[in-house]
């Protein structure tokens, strides 16, 4: 029996589950005589959801028998019998013909007792020199490796998506709003190319986490290490880890690389949702900006008139649930003792729905950008309002008749409060009503005031006209496609 082991429950119910007589747990049945409480029993038992990490037990399980036949720690025939079971309960559990037992707690241990089943006592041997402390962190981190590389994949499909999108919209004109009020006229393109670099960066947060993360607690056995001859490195390498953890106590204890899977997901998470608030405000009638494909959209049981963005909608809302994981295992880790800790069979849940919600709306997210229609009109229509082009009435004050910088700020604003008051956009304000304000204002200033121009004029790097877009979107491609 492992250090692991202790303060575990006997379970005679789990014999029941696997048809034999009712014993004390055959894992550490020698201490015990009775059996779990049936509430201890609940309370206890991670099966329901930990049996999705089936793949990387069993993956962890081949690599321990190996090592252990090659350190002379079992024989040969025994390594072969235990590898050949794990091989067996794989198809078993592929094809559904597994029959998972709470009594038997978690998905260590169901493995590990159809193997005894199968193979008889060599499968005894398979947890020489292991615990489930260490077993379950490699399990975890291979889980959660997986789970990155789905996501990473489908946020560059989300990037082509958007990316695509920004090409259609390299001269798309459309406000451009800081507190939400119109600011200065910008591209479409533009705006999508913005997401395409917040989706870069989660992406590159991911990867990071993920480097940190690949290290094997495998052989850190219980928490102290194991005084079998195992080779740690052997076993690291046979799981696609770059090496094993430096210390037995924090490969057991630790789970920041879940924590920094979840704070990156969260963040990813916001950025999605504000994406999708952006198509939930521009769809909306005082907008249309876009159009969503009837795919995305849903029809209420009412009102036949309305095409709602419920995916978008979704998007934004279950942003709360990946935020919640976070908080969820923050919590959950923040008071606990060196070194493993029941408490710590709390970090599964919040990590699966995390994974499963980030790449549903990732995947989402896709689709919706895919099918989605801008409407140009109404892009350029909404420009025409709030004095969008000051910013370029002040720069021309300043260029061309060598004004400081404030006191064409000043002059701007008298002139759009005049245009105000005549009901007009600055481009229609009579050249006399200009020079009103500054004599010097010349019939060129109309120049800058169409929006067309303004945005071409925004040549600096990262900025906004269409020249500057394309070449956004080729730097783009080559950096995320
Ligand atoms: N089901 C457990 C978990 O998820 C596995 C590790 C149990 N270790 C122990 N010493 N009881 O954390």
Redesign the pocket.
Known sequence: MSD??DN?PASPAQSDAQGESARSNQMWGGRFTAGPAEVMERINA?IGF?QKLYAQDIAGSMAHARMLVSAGIISREDGEAIREGLGAILREIESGDFAFSAAL??I?MNVENRLRELIGPAAGRLHTAR???DQ?ATDFRLWVRDAIDGIEKALQDLQRALIDQAEKNAETIMPGYTHLQAAQPVTLGHHFLAYVEMLGRDRSRLADARVRMNESPLGAAALAGTAFPIDRFMTAKDLGFDRPMCNSLDAVSDRDFALEFLSAGAILAVHLSRLAEELVLWTNQGFQFVELSDSFTTGSSIMPQKKNPDAAELIRGKAGRVIGALNSLLVTMKGLPMT?G?D??ED?EPVFDAAETLLLVTTAMRGMIEDLKSVPENLLKATQAGFITATDLADWLVRELGLPFREAHHVTGSLVAEAEKRGLNLAELPLEAMQAVHQGITEGVYEVLSVEKAVASRRSYGGTSPKEVREQIERARERFL
Do not use: A
Request: no cysteine.
């Open positions: 692991s082991d575990k991670s930990d707690e978690d260590h615990s489930r402390n379950v493993y029941k710590m069979q599964k």
